[in-house]
Nanobody, 124 residues
Framework: VQLQASGGGLVQAGGSLRLSCAAS????????MAWFRQAPGKEREFVAA????????YYADSVKGRFTISRDNAKNTVYLQMSSLEAEDTAIYYC??????????????????WGQGTLVTVSS
């Protein structure tokens, strides 16, 4: 499975941005797609996840109500719509794919496939 993330950029605080992650290859090997982020000097953290089949979504508390994850099965693409962005959202955002159990979807090590990362910078 190959993942290609895009859509990062510079945005002012309060603004919006949409990230995309296109999957190719043997995507049937994955149940979940997720977004993680890593800010300078910090560990990679879970942002959101979506189940390919049913579309169930899961969010970190820090982004709940501001970010929306969605998918387009026909395009094998997952999106992360980010609104009300804050300076603390500045990070490299990575998309990931895998078959974690539900209680582990927030753990980066359970995902087998990763995109290259896209930088989101929020200016205050």
């Amino acid at each position: 499975v190959q993942l290609q993330a895009s859509g990062g950029g510079l945005v002012q605080a309060g603004g919006s941005l949409r990230l995309s992650c296109a999957a190719s290859g043997r995507t049937f090997r994955t149940d979940f797609m997720a977004w993680f982020r890593q800010a300078p000097g910090k560990e990679r953290e879970f942002v959101a996840a979506i189940r390919w089949s049913a579309g169930n979504t899961y969010y970190a508390d820090s982004v709940k109500g501001r970010f929306t994850i969605s998918r387009d099965n026909a395009k094998n693409t997952v999106y992360l719509q980010m609104s009300s962005l804050e300076a603390e959202d500045t990070a490299i955002y990575y998309c990931a794919a895998g078959r974690p159990i539900l209680t582990a979807i927030h753990i980066s090590s359970v995902y087998h496939y990763w995109g290259q990362g896209t930088l989101v910078t929020v200016s205050s």
